[in-house]
Structure formats: structure tokens, C-alpha cells
């Protein structure tokens, strides 16, 4: 099994990181420069805002958007001295929400506090904030203001963690921080572990000199770049290489692991072709499939998959496939192969919330747990973390994975501005009635004598045939002259609407109703 780390570097505008592992496109990790994350950046900022109804701060800490800072996410050095609160907690044990003094004895308008960020905003929600501020090394993570030791949760196995406690038990630790180890510190020694230690501690001693000093808002530590992080994060032992199409990128990533895992230096290099470290690899193709709706699946079935801003709806579909005459026995295969690719498509999307995953349906009790520990099998090397329910007696099952930032798909694609991101405009028959109802109000006015539709071409096409009757009735009626014009500068759904009076001057119309780009006027009207 081979295990490759391609890193394509645009300077000054985007990089890109795929694991690829057998040839096949198992994460994929885009960062561009118009919008850097700033998921694990310090801030020092200052209450705006206490919210006591939602138990949450909005605090400006130097972006466009202001933090959410909820109550659970508040450290105990913000509550009431008076009340005997401890000022630190253990590392894994943060106090529990209903025992916690409401927010609004705990922050005031105005007041500094330091922040992290914990959640990139999405749509017009703002980032999510922690005053829990902890920042990671390639094998430690120091956590300011906690105490005791902790160990990664991805470390399951007892004996794993029974060798990362005796790892733990002979270092130095300061008592006023507290440190969690990390998967990439276990069975490294203790020179190392040491080593890293005193570097994060040097580390926040600068940070924390430098929120004593600036001035509020200011930014106090920001995260490594994409390169840095994803390799001190992401790499490995089972990672066989690391492959950089950028000479300065191949010589950061040669340094940092020369620092951080000197044994495996020798694993990076530099590509020397012309078409594309991506289309060479072919993953060009790969990247342009993870942006559809439809995820084919082998043998013929297929996954839809639908974003909204609240939850992710994915639903699994036979399709062509037919191997099996047995009808529980096909969807059981079916849900395997579908759940097997969720988990892919899940970190390769950066899907998170709420996700409901619509199965086939499956008599069987031994079959539908089948597909749920494939699925949490899918979803055990995801760096996210997930929760999975039992699938229900319709198929459905619910998860939640933790979000940190915007899809993929909404970092790359933006909203049409015709049909608002529903993929959907009415029809030419509905936005000629539409247009109809606007006439009749806008001619039933007695200043206006003559109207100008201008619609698209396919609806003045509707207007002229199939609904000529009734705009030849509408001014017979009124006695008013309606002029119908198609344009190609509109598009979607918009209609204008020109009202004329007897001296031929425009009659103003106050906007009271808007459409998805179409403004509909049912004000009186007044002249210019």
C-alpha cells in the first residue's frame, strides 16, 4: 500500500494538498489567499454585545464580522471571583454548561477578553470564538489558564494510552499550563517530547507579553499556513512521500521536518514536469467530481448529495444496479459500497452539522448494523469529529461532524444571483401570469397611460401567443396602451415595468415587494 502527499503551491494565490492513497484521492485540503483561515488565530477584542436570552457575546476582534462567543466556550477566570469559581480546570474537563454563572455576570459590554477561533463564519453567521485559547506543537498541545495532563482522543487503544501516560510522567511540565499529547508524540522520546515543550512554552511566554501590550482589536498569534499545518498535522509514518511542485515549498516542508521528524527527511521531493503535479497524478478529474451532486458508485448505484445552510442530505439510489436477484441482499450491498464512500466524500467535501444519510431500505437488523459500523469505520482516520446514531425504521441515519469552516463547494462556488442558489427559476408560462397581474394593478392607476413591459425572450414569447387575448383585454378596458419588448440583458426572472403619463414622463414607483431580482411596485404612484 503507498501513500503519497502531493502539494500543488500557486504563489500568492492558492495551494492545494491531496492524500492519495493507492491512487485513490482520500483528502484534499485548498486554502487560497483572498480567503485564509483563521481557524486557531488569537485575538485580543472587546465585547460588543451580551446577549442574556441566548447566553452568548458577539465580540469585535478585529474582522468584518463580529465573534459569537457562547457561555460554554467561556473560561473560568471570567466568572464571578465571589462565588468560589476555581480561576483553571483539568485539560478533558471543562465545566458542564447548566453549572456555569449566566454570561451576564461574566462579561460586560466593553471589557477586553482574548479570544481564538474556533469556527470559520459561514453565510452571514460570524466566526465561533473560545476564550479556551490553546495552541499545538508537532507533538504537544499547551493549553494557558488549565491544569493537569491530557491525551489525544484518537488514541483509543489502552495500551496506547497507558504508554502515552508513562511518556507524560517523565517530562517537566510548568504548573500554571496544561498540555494534552498528541497521536504524532506517542513513542517518541523524551528529548523530543521535552524539546517541544519548552517550545511551546517559549512560545506563549512571547504571546502573552505581546496581549499585554498591543492595542484592542488586535490579532496576537496566527496559525501556520496550509503547508505547515497539514504536515504537522496530517503526516505520518504511513506516508511513504511528499511530493511539492514549488522549490521554496519543497524547502519548508525539508526544514520543518528536518526540526520536527528528522528521520524522515529524505521522503521529499520536488516535481520536475510540465503539465501539472495534479493532472500528472490525475487528480484533476477527481478534484472536478468532488463539486457534482451525483457521487457514482461501483456497480451502478449512486449518492445525490444536497447542501443547505443548516444540514447536509444525502440520499443513496440503486441505479443500475442488478446483481443480485435478491432485493434485501442488493441493498445491503448497495448501502456497504454507499456508506464506504460517505465517510470519503465527507472529508473530501469538509461537509459538517447536521448530516441525514437516506439508505435503501433493509429488512434485516444484522444488515443495518453492518452498514453503521462501515460507516464509522469510513470515518475513523477523519481528523473531524463525528457522532452517529442508529439507523431508524426508515433508513435514515443521523450524524453530526464538526464543522470548522466552509465547505469546499462554498469556497469555490458563490450564489447565482438569478435563481439565489435555489438552481431553480420559474417557468416562462408562471412568469407570464406574473407579469399579468403586474399590468392590471399598474394600469388600473389613472396617471399612467401607457405601460413598457420588457421581459426575456422566452416569456415575451408567452405574452405574444399564448396570452395575446388577454393583454388586447386589458387595454380595451383601461383604454391604455401596453408596449411589450423582450431584451437579452435580462435574465432569470426579471421583469421591468416603465409606467408613462399623457405628457410621456415615467411615473416613480416606490419598491414594496422584490422578487428574486424583480421589483414589483404597488405604491400609488407620484409624478417626476
Not at 497539514?230 to 504511513?238: A, F, K, L, Q, S
Request: charged content about 30%.
Amino acid at each position: 500500500m503507498s501513500k503519497e502527499m502531493l502539494i500543488n503551491n500557486v504563489e500568492g494565490l492558492e495551494c492545494r494538498i491531496a492524500i492519495v492513497e493507492n491512487g485513490v484521492l482520500e483528502e484534499l485540503y485548498v486554502e487560497r489567499a483572498s480567503s485564509q483561515s483563521h481557524v486557531g488565530n488569537v485575538y485580543k477584542g472587546r465585547v460588543l454585545n451580551v446577549e442574556a436570552s441566548i447566553q452568548a457575546a458577539f465580540v469585535d476582534f478585529g474582522l468584518p464580522k463580529n465573534g459569537f462567543l457562547h457561555i460554554s466556550d467561556v473560561h473560568p477566570q471570567h466568572f464571578p471571583k465571589n462565588r468560589g469559581w476555581a480561576a483553571s480546570e483539568p485539560v478533558g474537563h471543562k465545566c458542564p454548561h447548566r453549572e456555569r454563572p449566566p454570561i451576564q455576570e461574566c462579561l460586560r459590554r466593553g471589557q477586553e477578553v482574548v479570544v481564538q477561533v474556533t469556527k470559520e463564519g459561514i453565510g452571514t453567521k460570524g466566526p465561533t470564538l473560545t476564550t479556551y485559547v490553546s495552541i499545538p506543537g508537532r507533538m504537544l498541545v499547551i493549553m494557558p489558564g488549565m491544569n493537569k495532563l491530557g491525551i489525544s482522543r484518537k488514541i483509543e487503544t489502552d495500551e496506547g494510552r497507558a504508554q502515552a501516560r508513562t511518556a507524560m510522567a517523565e517530562l517537566t511540565f510548568p504548573p500554571e499550563y496544561g498540555f494534552i499529547l498528541r497521536t504524532a508524540g506517542l513513542g517518541r522520546n523524551k528529548r523530543d517530547l521535552q524539546r517541544d515543550l519548552n517550545y511551546l512554552v517559549r512560545l506563549w511566554k512571547t504571546v502573552d507579553e505581546r496581549i499585554r501590550t498591543a492595542v484592542t482589536p488586535c490579532e496576537i498569534y496566527r496559525e501556520s499556513d496550509l503547508v505547515i499545518r497539514t504536515i504537522r498535522d496530517v503526516y505520518g509514518t504511513d506516508i511513504d512521500r511528499v511530493v511539492c511542485d514549488d522549490p521554496e515549498v519543497a524547502r519548508k516542508v525539508s526544514e520543518f521536518i528536518a526540526v520536527a521528524m528528522p528521520r524522515s527527511k529524505h521522503v521529499v521531493e520536488q516535481y520536475t514536469g510540465r503539465d501539472g503535479l495534479f493532472h500528472d497524478a490525475g487528480l484533476e478529474d477527481e478534484i472536478e467530481k468532488i463539486y457534482a451532486r451525483k457521487v457514482e458508485l461501483p456497480g451502478g448505484g449512486y449518492l445525490v448529495v444536497d447542501q443547505t445552510e443548516a444540514l447536509v442530505a444525502i440520499d443513496v439510489n440503486s441505479g443500475r444496479y442488478r446483481e443480485h436477484s435478491d432485493a434485501e441482499t442488493t441493498a445491503s450491498k448497495i448501502n456497504l459500497a454507499a456508506a464506504r464512500e460517505i465517510g470519503r466524500q465527507l472529508r473530501l467535501r469538509d461537509l459538517g452539522g447536521m448530516i441525514l444519510i437516506d439508505f435503501i431500505d433493509m429488512r434485516e437488523a444484522r444488515n443495518c448494523r453492518a452498514v453503521e459500523k462501515t460507516l464509522r469505520t469510513a470515518l475513523v482516520n477523519d481528523r473531524a469529529k463525528s457522532k452517529i446514531l442508529k439507523m431508524s425504521a426508515f433508513g435514515i441515519v443521523e450524524m453530526t461532524r464538526q464543522r470548522l469552516g466552509p465547505s469546499l463547494r462554498h469556497s469555490v462556488y458563490c450564489v447565482c444571483s438569478h435563481c439565489d442558489g435555489m438552481g431553480l427559476i420559474k417557468s416562462p408560462e408562471s412568469q407570464a401570469l406574473q407579469a399579468l397581474r403586474i399590468l392590471r394593478r399598474a394600469i388600473a392607476n389613472e396617471d399612467v397611460i401607457r405601460v413598457e413591459v420588457t421581459v426575456t425572450i422566452p416569456v415575451e414569447h408567452e405574452l405574444a401567443n399564448r396570452h395575446r387575448a388577454a393583454l388586447a383585454a386589458l387595454e380595451a378596458a383601461a383604454g391604455k396602451r401596453i408596449l411589450l419588448t423582450a431584451s437579452d440583458d435580462l435574465k432569470g426572472e426579471e421583469i421591468r415595468i416603465n409606467c408613462l403619463n399623457t405628457r410621456g414622463t415615467e411615473v416613480a414607483w416606490e419598491l414594496r415587494r422584490k422578487w428574486r431580482g424583480n421589483s414589483l411596485n404597488t405604491a400609488r404612484p407620484g409624478r417626476r
